[in-house]
């Protein structure tokens, strides 16, 4: 079965502070992604990846940052954190660019942020 | 009209009712769908995928009514374990890639 972990369920940090979400899937997927979810707003993708040293903006990149330094891995990074971060963020991957292709999900963290 | 949108309920209906919702979407070169289901507090996880012809699995039915733009999922027998947000996904703008768009969620409770 696909793994995707996620470092932490639940994080708080405060105002201002640099944050790292992980993300590690484990079957050599190309693509991984990072969305966050907010109650009547869904999924909203921030960054994805196609490939090693890849990333593109999602629909809401603005106060993000991404690295894809190893295939596995897929770190999301908030530089100065603000409280309208405050959200479940989920970490996806799939195989390959093909249309049919499922998403896999990682459980989410839970960023608060006071 | 926004890219995709969904009834977000919730549709509290008791068990063995058949239930459906939609989902429409303003992409009219879409060509695949996909539902996911998510538990309370939990990640998205896949429940089906719907092309042209449509699909069934068990006492689900996923169809595409590409005229009218929009996806439809149908629970048939309706089981307690049901209850859970459902949703939509739909292609990127481009129709190549991963990058898919999601509906904020359809929630159904199913009540003993």
């Known amino acids: 079965d696909v793994k995707v972990t996620q470092s932490s369920r639940y994080l708080v940090k405060r105002t201002g502070e640099k944050v790292f979400l992980e993300c590690v899937q484990d079957?050599?997927?190309?693509?991984m992604f990072w969305y966050r979810q907010d109650p009547g707003l869904g999924l909203r993708l921030i960054y994805f990846?196609?490939?090693?040293?890849?990333?593109e903006k999602g629909d809401i990149p603005e106060g993000y940052s991404v690295s894809r330094e190893k295939k596995e891995r897929f770190s999301l990074i908030l530089e100065s954190a603000s409280t309208n971060q405050t959200s479940m963020y989920l970490c996806?991957?799939?195989?390959?660019?093909?249309?049919?292709?499922?998403?896999?999900f990682g459980s989410g963290t839970q960023l608060s942020v006071l | 009209r926004k890219e995709v949108e969904q009834d977000p309920g919730p549709f509290n209906v008791p068990e063995g009712a058949t239930v459906a919702f939609n989902c429409t979407y303003s992409?009219?070169?879409?060509?695949?769908f996909f539902w996911y289901r998510q538990d309370c507090r939990k990640e998205p996880k896949l429940l089906m995928s719907?092309?042209?012809s449509g699909n069934e699995d068990g006492r689900f039915t996923a169809q595409l009514n590409r005229a009218s733009q929009y996806i439809s999922l149908l629970i048939r027998d309706s089981k307690l374990s049901d209850s859970a947000t459902y949703l939509c996904?739909?292609?990127?703008?481009?129709?190549?890639?991963?990058?898919?768009?999601f509906g904020p969620g359809t929630r159904l409770s199913v009540l003993p």
């Open positions: 996806a991957s799939s195989f390959d660019r093909a249309l049919g292709e499922k998403l896999f």
């Open positions: 079957m050599d997927h190309e693509n």
């Open positions: 990846s196609y490939d090693v040293k890849m990333k």
């Open positions: 992409n009219s070169a879409s060509q695949s």
């Open positions: 719907v092309y042209s």
């Open positions: 996904a739909v292609p990127p703008r481009d129709n190549y890639g991963q990058n898919f768009v």
